[in-house]
């Protein structure tokens, strides 16, 4: 595809409903090749019309991501996408519907878009493009028409999601999931983050902390000098396996094509950390514990049996209604159920 095939935002823009009508939104990144993650594709899909936006030739994106503030957008598994949308638009479309959350809340067990088109279109999709990066130009043809296909689908998709939820009475528990599933996404950009605590080291204890935090901090300024993924560098695994080795003394074992310049640095970066003093370790994050007493486990045994018992009648994972964990917070004495669940949730549990 030549770039004269690529939509303008502006002409794109003036040719969109004036009012507030449906569009479906698809967006492709490179997260799996580049340090900082970037929007490479946008996708939009209105009518029976496709369009592909290019983001890396220059032209502003304003336009288009002012319209959609006021548009109804469908997307289908879009936690990241409006991760993406936060950073480089400072915005998620305030009408932003899922059909991921929609086919959950249908009791579909596969609810992958490709897996959803088969489903309701007898139409398989090809996945070849799923992981290609598309931060390179050109895109190659495969990896267009894969782009096309994403929001091709969405619409009539869509459509027949939300029949199906109306006429189930679930709508409303779809609109409030929707609302629920953006809301945490703004909340968790919106959040001091402490990246280094990766998942694992919860495990460890301040004096592996202090090594962990150095490791991912190098780790982390490697990528972004080489312009990589961290995880090209060295994985989460390794570096939890690298901070208990240090801690119990022993020599790590270093992958044995890591380059001479590289290992000097990590070596400076372990030096360092063997000199931070332990008023200065970090510390183990505060968890609320709780007494683990009968009474709680038969409460506990109780919630999740009615928790149960409600999504078989109604042909849906339990999990979708409260997760164990959620349901252990119901369950604590002086836990408020709406502060924790869903309106509908809570009429279906009654609570």
């Not at 709508?171 to 703004?186: G, K, P, T």
């Not at 202090?210 to 961290?230: H, M, Y």
């Not at 042909?315 to 004495?333: C, F, H, K, T, Y």
Request: glycine share 6%.
């Amino acid at each position: 595809m030549s770039s004269d095939q690529y939509t303008q935002v502006k002409p794109l823009v003036k040719s969109l409903p004036s009012a507030p009508g449906s569009v479906g939104l698809d967006l492709e990144a490179d997260s799996l090749y580049r340090h900082s993650e970037r929007i490479c594709l946008v996708q939009v899909c209105y009518g029976d019309e496709v369009e592909l936006i290019d983001p890396l030739d220059g032209q502003s994106l304003e336009p288009l991501v002012e319209w959609l503030k006021s548009a109804k957008i469908w997307m289908h598994g879009a936690d990241y996408d409006m991760s993406l949308m936060l950073r480089e638009w400072q915005m998620v479309p305030p009408l932003l519907y899922d059909t991921q959350i929609a086919a959950q809340l249908l009791g579909h067990e596969r609810f992958g878009y490709a897996s959803l088109v088969e489903q309701y279109f007898d139409v398989e999709l090809s996945k070849s493009s799923q992981k290609a990066d598309w931060g390179k130009r050109p895109l190659s043809p495969t990896m267009l028409e894969y782009a096309r296909n994403d929001v091709r689908y969405l619409l009539p998709l869509a459509d027949a999601v939300e029949t199906k939820l109306r006429g189930l009475g679930r709508y409303e528990w779809f609109l409030e999931s929707c609302q629920a599933a953006q809301d945490r996404v703004v909340a968790r950009e919106s959040q001091e983050k402490e990246s280094w605590r990766i998942g694992g080291s919860g495990s460890l204890k301040p004096d592996g902390l202090r090594f962990l935090k150095s490791l991912w901090e190098w780790r982390d300024q490697e990528a972004a000098a080489w312009n990589r993924p961290s995880f090209m560098v060295a994985t989460n695994k390794q570096l939890i396996a690298w901070a208990l080795d240090l801690v119990e003394g022993k020599r790590i074992e270093f992958p044995p094509k890591l380059r001479r310049d590289r290992l000097q640095r990590l070596e400076r970066a372990i030096e360092f950390s063997r000199e931070i003093p332990e008023v200065k370790w970090p510390s183990r994050p505060k968890r609320e514990r709780r007494r683990n007493d009968g009474a709680f486990e038969a409460r506990l045994k109780e919630g999740l049996e009615k928790r149960n018992r409600v999504g078989e009648e109604l042909g849906i994972d339990p999990s979708i209604i409260a997760s164990r964990a959620v349901m252990e917070q119901v369950v604590a004495i002086g836990a408020e159920p709406r502060d924790i669940l869903l309106n509908w949730q809570c009429e279906l549990l009654q609570i």
